[in-house]
């Protein structure tokens, strides 16, 4: 695995400078286009803040090297410096190579290819988090059958693993963004490992359930950390590309799942599933070992940072490309964030706050509701089509395949999305700093930072992120409400998969929405902000799995899920609101990242303080020692 990786990212030695240096800047679709907007996020607040604090070799060095990458030519061959000098009016040198330190840092050094492997391992991780749940679906008849126990004894075995799916990555999420995300990962893979063992020797229902609380606590802070970690190495004009092909490349896991857990119960009994989990995460863990490297920017700054940790090492950072990627050798500590504090009730400051309840309540009841439709699907289709393990798992791949394709496709239109915004917010902002300029007789720098203290000149991230959510959400909630009614009907089978993809196919696009929403609004706290997420998804699934067997008795299939559509349309209102508060949102949030990345500036000021008091102090000792030995001295006594 060594030497595969090792000549997987040797390709990167044989990219051209100019296309290797590209990988470091945010996607554009004009490579002139820098933003006011992303002078004032948090990405760029923190490189704005390291980079002030870069010894003058270094600032000579990454002067240079950014002033090569945001040149352009025009037609007259004359090289034209990019907006970011033009805005920072930096001195020249006769080769118009900037003389000043006011440039802006590499935010990471992880190039396109690593980003690759990053993705594809979180992804290989994140598998085995959603196929746990969806392996399980088809073989619910079995386990009741296997157990003596009735429907609704086995729906706790999904509620149980929903609860616990949705209270750990709260508290270890929290644990990531203090310790780092390698260890969070290692011991929930580990975790899951001993779980999935357990499961296929259980012999009664209670060590199934027990085991399911283990396997969900073990493997569900990895979703909250992949999120972390992507938050880490991107910025936000793509971020919401990386985010998707993470989540998409996950549900593979909850399309094929079903069908890979019929194929196997049926070929060589249920504990099969459980023991396909156990080679495939143990694989994973070996990887994980081996490749995932350290991102928390606490830990390793923009990566060029090697931890200090023998837990957030990675074996892989022993290869020289890898090093010579990272600069390993030449390590940006001012890119080092301030440490936070290990708080399990981290979760409480984001949770505190009313509007991002609201997004969390939206994406968690749509989930919740998608869910339970998947949980319902294998009840009925074994009790009122009398279906087979196999051919139960074959039904649920359109629904996984519809699910892929959404999460994937709304990260690419995300990126698309926010490019095209912040484009026209650059231009609107311009205008509105010329026209303040002009009425307050100030100049355009003033101008400029009149605009950077108030709220309302600010890019309403919220309505960036979340302007198509009201659509998704009322397509999909008509397709669960139609969904409901087959089922009840008893209608052909075509038309109920057919209600459930179309439902899926736009239900996951909130996920993917406020995933991004709450790492671009957290990116200090990207895997905390995402348990949040993921609490308030898996309880209010758990709720309703729990609840549904009494409710499907009280008012039918039909009634269960035209209650949960109608619920859902009612609330995507509320994105309205968010959207209407967008500004505010977004600027108190910048302003908080901002306070948060010059932290170490007062941080640095009190221990360079307390060094010079120490060595004042050694400084004095040692005199005083001297005159004491001089003292002492029989040459010198009289």
Not at 224 to 232: F, R
Not at 303 to 310: H, L
Not at 482 to 504: D, I, M, Q, R, T
């Given at each position: 695995?060594?030497?595969?990786?090792?000549?997987?990212?040797?390709?990167?030695?044989?990219?051209?400078?100019?296309?290797?240096?590209?990988?470091?800047?945010?996607?554009?679709?004009?490579?002139?286009?820098?933003?006011?907007?992303?002078?004032?996020?948090?990405?760029?607040?923190?490189?704005?803040?390291?980079?002030?604090?870069?010894?003058?070799?270094?600032?000579?060095?990454?002067?240079?090297?950014?002033?090569?990458?945001?040149?352009?030519?025009?037609?007259?061959?004359?090289?034209?410096?990019?907006?970011?000098?033009?805005?920072?009016?930096?001195?020249?040198?006769?080769?118009?190579?900037?003389?000043?330190?006011?440039?802006?840092?590499?935010?990471?050094?992880?190039?396109?290819?690593?980003?690759?492997?990053?993705?594809?391992?979180?992804?290989?991780?994140?598998?085995?988090?959603?196929?746990?749940?969806?392996?399980?679906?088809?073989?619910?008849?079995?386990?009741?059958?296997?157990?003596?126990?009735?429907?609704?004894?086995?729906?706790?075995?999904?509620?149980?693993?929903?609860?616990?799916?949705?209270?750990?990555?709260?508290?270890?999420?929290?644990?990531?963004?203090?310790?780092?995300?390698?260890?969070?990962?290692?011991?929930?893979?580990?975790?899951?490992?001993?779980?999935?063992?357990?499961?296929?020797?259980?012999?009664?229902?209670?060590?199934?359930?027990?085991?399911?609380?283990?396997?969900?606590?073990?493997?569900?802070?990895?979703?909250?950390?992949?999120?972390?970690?992507?938050?880490?190495?991107?910025?936000?004009?793509?971020?919401?590309?990386?985010?998707?092909?993470?989540?998409?490349?996950?549900?593979?896991?909850?399309?094929?799942?079903?069908?890979?857990?019929?194929?196997?119960?049926?070929?060589?009994?249920?504990?099969?599933?459980?023991?396909?989990?156990?080679?495939?995460?143990?694989?994973?863990?070996?990887?994980?070992?081996?490749?995932?490297?350290?991102?928390?920017?606490?830990?390793?700054?923009?990566?060029?940072?090697?931890?200090?940790?023998?837990?957030?090492?990675?074996?892989?950072?022993?290869?020289?490309?890898?090093?010579?990627?990272?600069?390993?050798?030449?390590?940006?500590?001012?890119?080092?964030?301030?440490?936070?504090?290990?708080?399990?009730?981290?979760?409480?400051?984001?949770?505190?706050?009313?509007?991002?309840?609201?997004?969390?309540?939206?994406?968690?009841?749509?989930?919740?509701?998608?869910?339970?439709?998947?949980?319902?699907?294998?009840?009925?289709?074994?009790?009122?089509?009398?279906?087979?393990?196999?051919?139960?798992?074959?039904?649920?791949?359109?629904?996984?395949?519809?699910?892929?394709?959404?999460?994937?496709?709304?990260?690419?239109?995300?990126?698309?999305?926010?490019?095209?915004?912040?484009?026209?917010?650059?231009?609107?902002?311009?205008?509105?700093?010329?026209?303040?300029?002009?009425?307050?007789?100030?100049?355009?720098?003033?101008?400029?930072?009149?605009?950077?203290?108030?709220?309302?000149?600010?890019?309403?991230l919220i309505e960036v992120r979340l302007k198509a959510g009201f659509v998704t959400l009322v397509l999909s909630s008509f397709g669960?409400?139609?969904?409901?009614?087959?089922?009840?009907?008893?209608?052909?089978?075509?038309?109920?998969?057919?209600?459930?993809?179309?439902?899926?196919?736009?239900?996951?696009?909130?996920?993917?929405?406020?995933?991004?929403?709450?790492?671009?609004?957290?990116?200090?706290?990207?895997?905390?902000?995402?348990?949040?997420?993921?609490?308030?998804?898996?309880?209010?699934?758990?709720?309703?799995?729990?609840?549904?067997?009494?409710?499907?008795?009280?008012?039918?299939?039909?009634?269960?899920?035209?209650?949960?559509?109608?619920?859902?349309?009612?609330?995507?209102?509320?994105?309205?609101?968010?959207?209407?508060?967008?500004?505010?949102?977004?600027?108190?949030?910048?302003?908080?990242?901002?306070?948060?990345?010059?932290?170490?500036?007062?941080?640095?000021?009190?221990?360079?303080?307390?060094?010079?008091?120490?060595?004042?102090?050694?400084?004095?000792?040692?005199?005083?020692e001297v005159d004491d030995d001089h003292d002492t001295n029989p040459e010198h006594i009289v």
């Amino acid at each position: 695995m060594l030497d595969f990786t090792g000549k997987l990212l040797t390709k990167v030695r044989s990219i051209p400078q100019e296309e290797l240096r590209a990988s470091f800047e945010i996607e554009r679709d004009d490579p002139s286009e820098v933003s006011e907007f992303e002078q004032d996020n948090a990405d760029v607040e923190h490189a704005n803040y390291n980079q002030s604090h870069l010894d003058p070799e270094k600032k000579t060095k990454h002067a240079l090297a950014a002033d090569n990458d945001s040149t352009h030519t025009h037609e007259n061959n004359q090289p034209t410096p990019s907006p970011i000098a033009q805005h920072n009016h930096l001195e020249k040198d006769d080769n118009n190579h900037p003389i000043m330190e006011n440039k802006v840092n590499v935010y990471s050094y992880f190039n396109r290819n690593y980003k690759t492997v990053l993705v594809v391992q979180c992804a290989f991780t994140g598998f085995y988090s959603a196929i746990a749940g969806a392996i399980y679906y088809p073989v619910l008849n079995v386990i009741e059958n296997e157990f003596h126990i009735n429907e609704e004894q086995v729906n706790i075995t999904v509620v149980v693993y929903f609860l616990f799916q949705g209270v750990a990555p709260s508290i270890m999420g929290g644990l990531a963004d203090s310790l780092g995300r390698r260890p969070i990962v290692l011991t929930s893979i580990m975790l899951y490992v001993v779980a999935c063992i357990g499961l296929a020797r259980a012999n009664t229902y209670g060590q199934i359930l027990g085991l399911r609380c283990l396997q969900a606590a073990g493997i569900s802070p990895v979703i909250a950390v992949n999120s972390g970690i992507m938050g880490d190495i991107t910025t936000k004009a793509e971020r919401g590309g990386y985010v998707g092909y993470v989540a998409g490349f996950q549900v593979i896991g909850a399309a094929l799942g079903a069908l890979i857990g019929a194929l196997l119960a049926n070929r060589w009994g249920w504990r099969s599933i459980f023991w396909f989990l156990v080679i495939g995460s143990g694989v994973c863990m070996i990887c994980s070992i081996i490749i995932l490297t350290e991102t928390k920017r606490t830990v390793v700054g923009n990566g060029s940072v090697t931890p200090k940790s023998w837990m957030n090492y990675a074996p892989v950072l022993k290869l020289k490309s890898v090093r010579e990627m990272l600069h390993l050798d030449s390590p940006e500590k001012e890119s080092l964030e301030p440490n936070i504090k290990i708080n399990v009730l981290a979760p409480l400051d984001i949770l505190k706050n009313p509007k991002i309840n609201i997004l969390l309540y939206i994406a968690g009841l749509q989930f919740a509701t998608y869910t339970t439709h998947q949980t319902a699907l294998s009840t009925v289709l074994s009790s009122r089509y009398h279906m087979k393990v196999l051919d139960i798992g074959l039904c649920y791949l359109p629904t996984g395949l519809c699910t892929m394709t959404t999460v994937v496709t709304s990260g690419r239109y995300l990126n698309w999305f926010y490019r095209r915004e912040s484009k026209k917010h650059r231009a609107w902002l311009q205008d509105q700093i010329i026209q303040i300029a002009s009425e307050r007789k100030i100049t355009e720098e003033e101008a400029r930072e009149v605009t950077e203290n108030d709220s309302k000149y600010t890019m309403n991230l919220i309505e960036v992120r979340l302007k198509a959510g009201f659509v998704t959400l009322v397509l999909s909630s008509f397709g669960f409400i139609a969904y409901g009614w087959c089922l009840e009907a008893k209608a052909p089978l075509p038309a109920v998969l057919v209600c459930s993809g179309f439902a899926s196919l736009f239900s996951n696009c909130i996920l993917t929405f406020s995933t991004t929403t709450m790492v671009d609004l957290y990116p200090s706290k990207g895997s905390t902000a995402t348990g949040c997420l993921n609490l308030y998804r898996c309880i209010l699934s758990a709720i309703f799995i729990g609840c549904l067997s009494r409710m499907v008795n009280a008012m039918t299939y039909g009634g269960v899920f035209t209650l949960m559509g109608a619920v859902n349309i009612l609330s995507s209102f509320l994105l309205f609101y968010l959207i209407k508060h967008g500004k505010e949102i977004t600027y108190e949030r910048h302003k908080a990242e901002k306070a948060f990345a010059q932290a170490p500036s007062k941080l640095k000021e009190a221990n360079l303080l307390a060094e010079e008091k120490k060595d004042e102090a050694d400084s004095q000792f040692n005199e005083q020692e001297v005159d004491d030995d001089h003292d002492t001295n029989p040459e010198h006594i009289v």
